[in-house]
């Protein structure tokens, strides 16, 4: 109310060199009074005003400059940060941090659409995700939280899904059997894979090309990038790096989980290759970092985010599964494979690398609530990004990987998916735990 009539007052102050906007110019929303970050890395505009008409963001002001009409609904930010949504490039809709996949997935796969895709979607649009692409439910259900999303039925991030895996082989990785994989044979069924994939709706191709041949891999990235898909590629080792690599994979394409491994570098072709063929960057920290920040900090169990809009009974079941930590199958990895992959990624990042928010949201120690803002926070303390390369990386950069020009900067035009963040993030990147409203499609969500 107070941040009503401070505006009212400043209106009448000066009304006659604003550009008022009139009310049947249909704005339905503004926000006020926050420092604004544009998602481009442009200098902050502190005591900003965004006007919203419907979905979209309709003007950007100053305070006592644009005025609010009338009767608008404001969302007071003042002393706060205003930023466009967060856009994480790696999320999973259908787990939500139990420590035990197969224990999960024999259990759980009747309750996924009732209890626990609504509750791993609500809980990342709350923390201030606002579009996210899925790299592992299955299909069907995939399709579906889709729909139910877009629809409004379901209140969640927008969703962006890939298809199954297309792989060479059906052998189960990381014990994940629940994985849905599409065998690729050869090179002319590789191509019509893809085809039939992008008929069947898919937003991206993904891939998991440790296996998959040379020829088969150019197929692949030959196929998808004709008919306007990105590709994001999961592997781990150099080789198979290289190969992808020498076989195409291109602009705009991601390498999920990249700096896997002990070693502390990469040769130099192959970061050569990364930079000069455009291919963005997500390392996933936080998928396995998740697990050692169990260990250290015990204590993150007691978050009582763990257990919001999760039954009792699953939320009991996840605490269970953290009992013989040191004994967790990702424990080994992610204690001793640290070093090597943040000396990667450092080298990368030094390289003038393109690094995208990829959180691996859902996984293993790694809950919904606290993923995208902990995969920035090491983005910046361990990687070395500023604080602006890490917004930049879960807004503008992400929405490039993504294709969607309406998406991940506040600007004239654009989607208005907008969040408040209690804090200053370009401060203390840490403050984008504090996620304090949340605006989605043009209405407030949080
Ligand atoms: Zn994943």
Same mark, same amino acid.
């Given at each position: 109310?107070?941040?009503?009539?401070?505006?009212?007052?400043?209106?009448?102050?000066?009304?006659?060199?604003?550009?008022?906007?009139?009310?049947?110019? @249909?704005?339905?929303?503004? /926000? &006020? %009074?926050?420092? $604004?970050?544009?998602?481009?890395?442009?200098?902050?505009?502190? *005591?900003? =005003?965004?006007?919203?008409?419907?979905?979209?963001?309709?003007?950007?002001?100053?305070?006592?400059?644009?005025?609010?009409?009338?009767?608008?609904?404001?969302?007071?930010?003042?002393?706060?940060?205003?930023?466009?949504?967060?856009?994480?490039?790696?999320?999973?809709?259908?787990?939500?941090?139990?420590?035990?996949?197969?224990?999960?997935?024999?259990?759980?796969?009747?309750?996924?659409?009732?209890?626990?895709?609504?509750?791993?979607?609500?809980?990342?649009?709350?923390?201030?995700?606002?579009?996210?692409?899925?790299?592992?439910?299955?299909?069907?259900?995939?399709?579906?939280?889709?729909?139910?999303?877009?629809?409004?039925?379901?209140? @969640?991030?927008?969703?962006? /899904? &890939? %298809?199954?895996? $297309?792989?060479?082989?059906?052998?189960?990785?990381?014990?994940? *059997?629940? =994985?849905?994989?599409?065998?690729?044979?050869?090179?002319?069924?590789?191509?019509?894979?893809?085809?039939?994939?992008?008929?069947?709706?898919?937003?991206?191709?993904?891939?998991?090309?440790?296996?998959?041949?040379?020829?088969?891999?150019?197929?692949?990235?030959?196929?998808?990038?004709?008919?306007?898909?990105?590709?994001?590629?999961?592997?781990?080792?150099?080789?198979?790096?290289?190969?992808?690599?020498?076989?195409?994979?291109?602009?705009?394409?991601?390498?999920?989980?990249?700096?896997?491994?002990?070693?502390?570098?990469?040769?130099?072709?192959?970061?050569?290759?990364?930079?000069?063929?455009?291919?963005?960057?997500?390392?996933?920290?936080?998928?396995?970092?998740? /697990?050692?920040?169990?260990? $250290?900090?015990?204590?993150?169990?007691?978050?009582?985010?763990?257990?919001?809009?999760?039954?009792?009974?699953?939320?009991?079941?996840?605490?269970?599964?953290?009992?013989?930590?040191?004994?967790?199958?990702?424990?080994?990895?992610?204690?001793?494979?640290?070093?090597?992959?943040?000396?990667?990624?450092?080298?990368?990042?030094?390289?003038?690398?393109?690094?995208?928010?990829?959180?691996?949201?859902?996984?293993?120690?790694?809950?919904?609530?606290?993923?995208?803002?902990?995969?920035?926070?090491?983005?910046?303390?361990?990687?070395?990004?500023?604080?602006?390369?890490?917004?930049?990386?879960?807004?503008?950069?992400?929405?490039?990987?993504?294709?969607?020009?309406?998406?991940?900067?506040?600007?004239?035009?654009?989607?208005?998916?907008?969040?408040?963040?209690?804090?200053?993030? $370009?401060?203390?990147?840490?403050?984008?735990?504090?996620?304090?409203?949340?605006?989605?499609?043009?209405?407030?969500?949080?």
């Amino acid at each position: 109310m107070k941040t009503i009539l401070t505006r009212l007052v400043g209106v009448l102050l000066c009304a006659s060199t604003l550009p008022v906007v009139a009310a049947d110019d @249909g704005i339905t929303l503004a /926000i &006020a %009074g926050g420092r $604004l970050i544009d998602g481009y890395g442009g200098t902050p505009l502190p *005591d900003s =005003v965004i006007l919203v008409a419907g979905d979209r963001i309709a003007a950007i002001g100053l305070e006592g400059e644009l005025a609010i009409p009338d009767a608008v609904p404001v969302v007071d930010a003042n002393g706060m940060t205003v930023m466009p949504g967060l856009i994480d490039l790696h999320v999973h809709f259908d787990i939500i941090g139990h420590g035990d996949y197969p224990h999960w997935f024999s259990n759980y796969e009747n309750r996924m659409r009732s209890d626990i895709i609504p509750a791993a979607a609500k809980i990342m649009l709350h923390s201030g995700v606002t579009s996210v692409r899925d790299l592992g439910t299955d299909i069907s259900n995939a399709f579906w939280l889709r729909e139910e999303i877009n629809s409004g039925r379901m209140q @969640g991030p927008r969703p962006f /899904i &890939a %298809g199954p895996f $297309l792989r060479k082989s059906t052998t189960p990785f990381v014990s994940k *059997d629940f =994985v849905d994989t599409w065998v690729v044979e050869n090179p002319r069924d590789a191509r019509d894979k893809v085809r039939q994939l992008v008929e069947m709706g898919v937003d991206l191709i993904k891939t998991q090309d440790e296996e998959l041949s040379f020829e088969e891999l150019q197929a692949i990235y030959d196929e998808a990038h004709r008919l306007g898909m990105p590709v994001a590629t999961h592997l781990f080792s150099q080789h198979a790096l290289r190969t992808a690599l020498e076989a195409g994979l291109g602009s705009g394409d991601t390498i999920e989980h990249v700096g896997e491994g002990r070693q502390p570098a990469y040769p130099d072709d192959i970061v050569d290759m990364i930079i000069e063929q455009d291919v963005y960057l997500a390392p996933t920290i936080i998928a396995e970092e998740g /697990i050692r920040q169990l260990y $250290l900090n015990p204590e993150f169990l007691d978050h009582p985010d763990w257990r919001r809009y999760v039954p009792a009974d699953l939320y009991e079941d996840i605490m269970a599964s953290y009992e013989n930590l040191q004994r967790h199958p990702l424990f080994g990895r992610a204690v001793l494979g640290r070093d090597g992959k943040i000396a990667k990624l450092r080298q990368l990042h030094a390289a003038g690398g393109n690094f995208i928010l990829a959180s691996d949201s859902g996984t293993r120690g790694n809950p919904h609530f606290a993923a995208a803002w902990r995969e920035m926070y090491f983005l910046v303390r361990e990687v070395g990004l500023t604080e602006m390369e890490a917004i930049m990386a879960g807004t503008s950069e992400a929405a490039r990987i993504l294709r969607q020009r309406d998406l991940g900067a506040i600007a004239e035009g654009k989607l208005a998916d907008i969040i408040v963040v209690d804090g200053d993030p $370009l401060m203390d990147i840490g403050a984008m735990r504090n996620v304090a409203r949340v605006i989605k499609d043009g209405r407030v969500v949080r």
